[in-house]
């Protein structure tokens, strides 16, 4: 999950919304959003690779969701797979913040990640890259792309806007309203880039908001619209090549 846009409003009938793309190799093997078997509960799309996932729901008003921090050396060899973080969380009985301070005693042993966890409590923020202590997240509209919740990159700061505009229109958004918001492939300057190290053509071809390129890029983005208690709506639109849809899943939970 490479960019996760969110409005936390607690006050509010619709506590979460959120709009989230997923990046990775079209070659990883993923199965699209459904309900798990196993461990039960839980609503997410599934790393067929590794067994985890990088968003969904849970019992109880669960959710969480994922995103790596790009950078080299940022993915360590032998690591246990963060994807597993989501999946634990969402079977588990701990409450959101109880579970990212557990965690924080051992989030030196996964390569760079970014969590958001949710119960009926709050929303929770953690990352192993520079947020030592679970965050409270304040209301507001959020991005979360590969580096620390709301660092100012273009994808995350025209996200932001985007999203917030849509808030601002009057009714409120539609689940597909949410997944059209982040099909955005808008390219910013060169000047406006960040620095992750990877080089600029790496950073080029990461910058849209929806990533296309031959071997890797957006597979998926998902919208969810859930009240305090995690009732909602969520839809996924899948993508099998660049720019490919496959289809749009809808769900109430």
């Not at 607690?10 to 990046?23: G, K, S, W």
């Not at 991005?143 to 709301?150: E, I, K, T, V």
């Not at 009057?170 to 997944?179: H, I, K, V």
Request: glycine share 12%.
């Amino acid at each position: 999950m490479c960019l996760i846009l969110f409005a936390y409003r607690p006050d509010a009938p619709q506590t979460l919304i959120v709009a989230a793309n997923r990046d990775e190799f079209y070659q990883r093997p993923t199965a699209p959003m459904s309900r798990w078997p196993t461990p039960p509960g839980i609503l997410a799309g599934r790393d067929l690779q590794a067994g985890g996932t990088w968003l969904g729901v849970g019992n109880d008003g669960r959710f969480a969701a994922l995103t790596n921090v790009r950078g080299p050396g940022e993915t360590r060899e032998g690591a246990p797979s963060r994807g597993l973080l989501v999946s634990d969380f969402l079977s588990g009985d701990h409450g959101a913040r109880e579970y990212l301070d557990d965690l924080r005693e051992r989030a030196h042993e996964y390569s760079g990640f970014n969590l958001l966890v949710r119960d009926p409590s709050g929303l929770f923020y953690l990352s192993n890259r520079g947020a030592s202590e679970p965050l409270l997240v304040p209301a507001g509209v959020h991005g979360l792309s590969n580096h620390l919740l709301d660092t100012p990159w273009p994808k995350v700061e025209r996200g932001r806007r985007l999203l917030h505009e849509l808030l601002s229109a009057g009714a409120e958004p539609e689940p597909d309203q949410l997944l059209d918001l982040l099909s955005d492939c808008a390219l910013p300057g060169d000047e406006e880039l960040p620095d992750t190290g990877v080089g600029i053509e790496l950073e080029r071809r990461l910058a849209p908001m929806f990533i296309q390129s031959p071997a890797y890029g957006t597979r998926s983005s998902t919208a969810l619209i859930l009240d305090s208690q995690g009732h909602g709506l969520i839809a996924e639109r899948t993508h099998a090549t660049p720019g490919n849809h496959v289809g749009v899943l809808h769900f109430r939970v």
